[in-house]
């Protein structure tokens, strides 16, 4: 049985801040100043081109107060996300609360279902794209909140490698230290921990988190985080959208288009245009635990065939002729 924990303390609003720069300085030693401004959209001349465009959309074309339709972007982190939402946020139809919005988020976790209910109904934009990967284990919750238009959701899923490879390289050895708090049962308020199967927990109780490398870790917490599609019954449901960071760099316009159909949006080139098309896998596989590697295949497996086949997928593109909101 687990102990009871009680919530563990945050850390000041100084030293969260020092943290923070301290990674951003980090990433941009590793990977980039280039690359981190990008990822981050802190060009000020894009932001402003996109605070215009949008201010003038309000102006001619905006919707009244309590039609906006919500759209979650779930999934897990490093799976390619923040290129989706950048596509998106050029659109001046769309308003972009991502996961550094004060108004709906405090440190990457959502704030109360009031705050988010307020926030979209009173958004004057045809939709509201929200990212709230750390409480994607609520998605099914959100789409059925009351007192919003009936939303959409989409959840992206990446290559495990690669996402592993991502995951390492930015946030270091986080996955470990989350998987080892909810092995040892110290990790039970953690967003991480929410909403495991029994099986789930003891699944990760039977690895030894101590001596598991951040690369097998990446791996693991990969598969556990995906088995939420199944277990919370997203695949059944037809206003969640699975998606595949790899066939969005794959086919860039492609992807993009199912993902407008999906939500019933025009698309057009601007969406996609920044998707730098390439072929992923290229790396050799990382040195996983074949524990692991054997959890995560069939998972891989699973998520494809649902790609194909669950509502949204390939296979049903012809049955859906528009979602009506």
Request: one cysteine or more; proline letters at 5%.
């Amino acid at each position: 049985m687990m102990a009871a924990v009680g919530k563990p303390s945050e850390p000041s609003a100084l030293a969260y801040t020092a943290h923070r720069v301290a990674r951003h300085v980090h990433w941009a030693r590793t990977e980039g100043f280039r690359r981190l401004v990008e990822e981050d959209q802190l060009d000020p001349r894009d932001r402003l081109r996109t605070a215009a465009a949008k201010w003038f959309w309000r102006r001619r074309h905006g919707v009244k107060p309590g039609f906006s339709v919500p759209v979650y972007v779930v999934g897990l982190q490093r799976s390619g996300t923040n290129m989706l939402m950048r596509g998106l946020n050029t659109a001046p139809e769309v308003e972009v609360r991502n996961e550094n919005d004060r108004t709906l988020f405090h440190r990457f976790r959502m704030r109360s279902d009031d705050v988010l209910r307020e926030t979209v109904n009173r958004s004057r934009h045809a939709f509201v794209l929200v990212k709230p990967l750390c409480d994607s284990h609520r998605i099914d919750e959100l789409l059925d909140l009351p007192g919003l238009s009936p939303g959409r959701a989409v959840w992206v899923f990446r290559d495990v490698d690669d996402r592993a490879r991502s995951e390492v390289s930015k946030f270091g050895d986080s996955n470990l230290l989350a998987l080892r708090r909810i092995a040892d049962g110290t990790g039970g308020t953690d967003w991480q921990a929410q909403r495991l199967s029994e099986p789930l927990r003891e699944l990760i109780s039977g690895f030894d988190c101590e001596q598991m490398t951040p690369d097998s870790a990446a791996a693991l917490f990969w598969y556990v985080r995906n088995s939420l599609y199944f277990d919370l019954g997203l695949d059944r449901r037809e206003d969640v959208l699975l998606a595949s960071y790899d066939e969005l760099v794959a086919d860039p316009e492609g992807s993009m288009r199912r993902l407008c159909e999906f939500i019933s949006f025009p698309y057009r080139s601007e969406l996609s245009d920044h998707v730098e098309r390439r072929t992923t896998h290229q790396r050799r596989p990382l040195a996983i635990d074949p524990r692991v590697r054997l959890l995560c295949d069939p998972m891989t497996a699973r998520l494809e065939q649902a790609l194909q086949t669950t509502p949204g997928g390939k296979a049903d593109e012809g049955s859906r002729e528009g979602h009506k909101r």
